[in-house]
């Protein structure tokens, strides 16, 4: 077996020998598809918009630097925390709690920094030690769970106009499966802007009530503006030294749960492009740039940041696994942020279109994790292997909302994902494997069987 890494059937690593105009628009896809939920976030928070794509953009070039350029990761707004930001800034009748945002920000800052202490007791005990709780049979089912646990927000969002999303859905399968050259390689693309138009069309210019789309937002909407308001970040808006103690010990322990997503996505971005990114270029430099990315982020009034799952759909779909394409979409979302206009008619965009798009992109996440567990052969034969996997896939999948764990005034709300990594980890921990070694965790990724896990 070649000690180099597999390279599949039409895949595309460096995207420069498709030329800058393609590339650049694959990059375009990209940022489209982290769009709608990277600022649905601040919709629900009350957090700036246009700080958010900032923060987005400026958070996965910062991610690429300390990862070596190698990981072809987008770093979106994370979910984790929105209970978090409701615990401490609520809504006030629908409007942000401006008061208090500073504060939330702060609190998720500080739980940004210990992804900073994992990746220093992974760079100082190493990778070997710490894979050893992340066999196949524990990530494979994680990463399934992290594409069917985001589907029921596909379906809510197709069902706010199912003409569209099934436009938007059948121009998608049609352009990658029979799609020739460029159409092949953008079909997310080809899948918003086809759908789009038909929403203009039907409803815009024919008059039917339910396609058309309201332009008010991007007429009022100015071309140029700053992204961020100096009162909103941590710097101009936390004056209150004991709100801010408690807004840290209420945030930070989410960030146990959300560093165990962490994982599950680089180990569901390396099955995708068939490269061991755990190992190179390291666990510690993911983590160290998802950290950082969100600690910058929180400072300057921006949502925490996380690796998404949307982006790694479009890498499957695509076969383009060059990071490239992916900064190109930060430095997208970077300009958007200085263009309120631009910003407006990408949120002008249906619901309904994303979810069509959202049905794809989710489908193939599950996809993935499904192929990681094949290639790696995990015997389900074996008590334990059902045991673990069943236990991910119930917990992700059942346990609606999560835990919240109240302590005196302290709530601490944990994903249902994290919870069933948590458990997964634990249950292989108990009932170990004799058969297994982190040596040959991912030999179905990187088709070889001397990995270093110590360098």
């Given at each position: 077996m070649s000690d180099k890494p597999k390279v599949g059937v039409n895949e595309i690593r460096d995207a420069r020998e498709l030329g800058m105009p393609k590339m650049v628009t694959l990059g375009f896809q990209h940022m489209f598809a982290m769009f709608g939920a990277t600022v649905t976030v601040p919709l629900l928070t009350g957090l700036s918009v246009s700080t958010t794509l900032l923060c987005a953009g400026l958070a996965t070039i910062l991610f690429h630097v300390l990862t070596k350029r190698k990981v072809p990761a987008f770093l979106g707004s994370s979910f984790a925390f929105l209970a978090g930001y409701a615990a401490i800034a609520p809504m006030i009748d629908g409007q942000p709690n401006t008061e208090m945002l500073p504060y939330a920000c702060l609190g998720v800052a500080f739980a940004g920094i210990l992804y900073l202490v994992l990746a220093a007791c992974i760079k100082i005990a190493g990778i070997k030690r710490i894979m050893k709780f992340f066999p196949p049979v524990v990530t494979g089912p994680i990463i399934m769970a992290i594409g069917l646990s985001l589907s029921p927000s596909a379906i809510a969002n197709c069902s706010s106009n199912w003409c569209l999303a099934v436009v938007a859905l059948v121009l998608v399968i049609i352009a990658n499966v029979f799609g020739k050259g460029m159409i092949k390689i953008i079909p997310i693309l080809i899948g918003i802007i086809g759908s789009y138009l038909v929403a203009v069309i039907a409803g815009n210019v024919l008059g039917i009530?339910?396609?058309?789309?309201?332009?008010?937002?991007?007429?009022?909407?100015?071309?140029?503006?700053?992204?961020?308001?100096?009162?909103?970040?941590?710097?101009?808006g936390v004056h209150d030294s004991g709100i801010a103690i408690g807004a840290i010990i209420a945030i930070m322990p989410i960030a146990l749960a959300t560093m165990m997503e962490h994982i599950g996505d680089i180990s569901a971005i390396s099955a995708t492009c068939n490269r061991n990114f755990l190992t190179d270029p390291g666990l510690h430099r993911t983590l160290l740039g998802d950290g950082l990315g969100t600690i910058l982020a929180s400072l300057?009034?921006?949502?925490?940041?996380?690796?998404?799952?949307?982006?790694?759909?479009?890498?499957?779909?695509?076969?383009?696994?060059?990071p490239r394409v992916v900064r190109i979409a930060a430095y997208f979302a970077i300009a958007m942020s200085f263009c309120p206009k631009f910003a407006a008619l990408i949120t002008s965009i249906p619901m309904s279109i994303v979810g069509g798009i959202s049905f794809v992109l989710y489908g193939m996440i599950s996809a993935i994790g499904v192929r990681n567990v094949v290639e790696a052969k995990v015997d389900f034969s074996k008590t334990r292997n059902t045991l673990i996997a069943g236990v991910i896939l119930v917990v992700a999948l059942g346990l609606t909302g999560g835990i919240t764990i109240v302590v005196g005034e302290i709530s601490i709300t944990l994903t249902a994902l994290a919870i069933a990594s948590i458990a997964g980890i634990v249950l292989n921990v108990i009932f170990p494997e004799k058969d297994f070694s982190p040596e040959n965790a991912f030999e179905s990724v990187t088709d070889s069987k001397q990995i270093n896990f110590d360098e």
């Open positions: 009530e339910s396609f058309a789309i309201d332009f008010t937002n991007v007429e009022q909407a100015a071309w140029i503006g700053l992204p961020i308001e100096w009162s909103h970040t941590v710097f101009g300057f009034g921006g949502p925490a940041n996380t690796t998404y799952g949307e982006n790694t759909g479009v890498l499957a779909l695509s076969r383009v696994y060059d």
